[in-house]
T-cell receptor, first 117, second 114 residues
Framework: GAVVSQHPSRVICKSGTSVKIECRSLDFQATTMFWYRQFPKQSLMLMATSNEGSKATYEQGVEKDKFLINHASLTLSTLTVTSAHPEDSSFYIC?????????????FGPGTRLTVT | DAKTTQPPSMDCAEGRAANLPCNHSTISGNEYVYWYRQIHSQGPQYIIHGLKNNETNEMASLIITEDRKSSTLILPHATLRDTAVYYCIVRVASYGGATNKLIFGTGTLLAVQP
């Protein structure tokens, strides 16, 4: 149980275009999803918290107009990188929150590798 | 900022126990210790978490010192597939919402050697 999928797994786009990444919880409902970014040889950096039916909460330094997050249902959150540039090339990972004994828990998707040319 | 300190890397022989340490000297009374791992180019995987008692599941054991200022993740019989970056994270437990967010540090790269 607690499977999270992401689509696409890899995407290459041209500079200036927009890219949408989907994050789905397959066998559970997630009221909260999180989006992370990871550059090569670095740790995961939290970008934003996505709550179903409300606006996302962005971490300091993350441009909300560039990284659009929509959480329209309890099983789907999307991240749209608008006007992508080569410096946006990164590994984007989502997670979904599951309620467990002892506290909420996060299960992660497999990640999406974005390359902007 | 991450509230934990971990060695950057460790080696372990295949079949032996891997003991990964973590210091969290500023942990608060309501904060849990969580462990995740990330195999190269994959999303992180939840391993185990605990508050003050030792915990064990099918993947690993978690030993938390009595003062809760440090902990050790134990993989009892490491295999080559356990090669990954292991993250120790302290966090207040919650049932969803913004307080559920995880702040990742740099972790420990565990290399299991054949």
């Amino acid at each position: 149980g607690a499977v999270v999928s992401q689509h696409p797994s890899r995407v290459i786009c041209k500079s200036g275009t927009s890219v949408k990444i989907e994050c789905r919880s397959l066998d559970f409902q997630a009221t909260t999803m999180f989006w992370y970014r990871q550059f090569p040889k670095q740790s995961l950096m939290l970008m934003a918290t996505s709550n179903e039916g409300s606006k996302a909460t962005y971490e300091q330094g993350v441009e909300k107009d560039k990284f659009l997050i929509n959480h329209a249902s309890l099983t789907l959150s999307t991240l749209t990188v608008t006007s992508a540039h080569p410096e946006d090339s990164s590994f984007y990972i989502c997670s979904a929150s599951v309620r467990l004994a002892g506290g909420g828990e996060q299960y992660f998707g497999p990640g999406t590798r974005l390359t902007v040319t | 900022d991450a509230k934990t300190t971990q060695p950057p890397s460790m080696d372990c022989a295949e079949g032996r126990a891997a003991n990964l340490p973590c210091n969290h000297s500023t942990i608060s009374g309501n904060e849990y210790v969580y462990w995740y791992r990330q195999i190269h180019s994959q999303g992180p995987q939840y391993i185990i978490h605990g508050l003050k008692n030792n915990e064990t599941n099918e993947m690993a054991s978690l030993i938390i010192t009595e003062d809760r200022k440090s902990s050790t993740l134990i993989l009892p019989h490491a295999t080559l597939r356990d090669t990954a970056v292991y993250y120790c994270i302290v966090r207040v437990a919650s049932y969803g919402g913004a307080t559920n967010k995880l702040i990742f540090g740099t972790g420990t790269l565990l290399a299991v050697q054949p």
